[in-house]
């Protein structure tokens, strides 16, 4: 069965640069995660949405960081224009439905902004 | 606010030997507690989970222990393997139900089990 699948694995961008994280849910998961990890603050979650609609964006940290789920197999995290504080390993995760008990996490796209 | 925590950076335990991740939570109304597995360069899996309404949860060598007076919890791995090295982490969602998916999660406990 195909995970969570993300690309780029790897992006490295210099600062000002648009970055577009794309994410492929698992088939029939209704629910997608944006997660964030950096040294400082860990795993935090950025944006959540349930059947292509966000329900939860209060953790997206500025207006700089969008994020949209055109359907129900893909979504896409951009961040215009990139700084070097965004340089993070960036998860998507999906569930099956809002109230799943587990959600399922992709292998993380690496960003670093020089 | 940290609402999730894991004191332990890390953690070295001999192979065979039992291995004990603890978390602390300060938010009372957290009533489902998750553990996950990350190794490197891989996405966090989960592990096991226990609801406040219980006290213990096993799943073969792992066990998950809470304690709410103490809101503490704590993971037995029993007994711990080479490949059981990884980074633990502790997380609950929001009270109520209102989503799984939207973990808070703690600092993270590297495991190493040396052979």
């Known amino acids: 069965d195909a995970g969570v699948i993300q690309s780029p694995r790897h992006e490295v961008t210099e600062m000002g640069q648009e970055v577009t994280l794309r994410c492929k849910p698992i088939?029939?998961?209704?629910?997608l995660f944006w997660y964030r990890q950096t040294m400082m603050r860990g795993l935090e979650l950025l944006i959540y949405?349930?059947?292509?609609?966000?329900?939860?964006d209060s953790g997206m940290p500025e207006d700089r960081f969008s994020a949209k789920m055109p359907n129900a197999s893909f979504s896409t995290l951009k961040i215009q224009p990139s700084e070097p504080r965004d340089s993070a390993v960036y998860f998507c995760a999906s569930s099956p439905r809002v109230f799943g008990n587990t959600i399922y996490f992709g292998e993380g796209s690496w960003l670093t902004v020089v | 606010d940290q609402q999730v925590k894991q004191n332990s950076p890390s953690l070295s335990v001999q192979e065979g030997r039992i291995s004990i991740l603890n978390c602390d939570y300060t938010?009372?109304?957290?009533?489902?507690f998750l553990w996950y597995k990350k190794y490197p360069a891989e996405g966090p899996t989960f592990l096991i989970s226990?609801?406040?309404?219980?006290d213990k949860n096993e799943d073969g060598r792992f066990t998950v222990f809470l304690n709410k007076s103490a809101k503490h919890l704590s993971l037995h791995i029993v007994p711990s393997q080479p490949g059981d090295s990884a980074v633990y982490f502790c997380a609950a969602p929001p009270a109520g139900g209102t989503s799984y998916g939207k973990l808070t999660f703690g600092q993270g406990t590297i495991l190493t089990v040396h052979p």
């Open positions: 226990i609801s406040s309404i219980k």
């Open positions: 949405f349930n059947n292509n609609v966000p329900i939860d």
């Open positions: 938010n009372s109304m957290f009533d489902y």
């Open positions: 088939s029939g998961h209704n629910s």
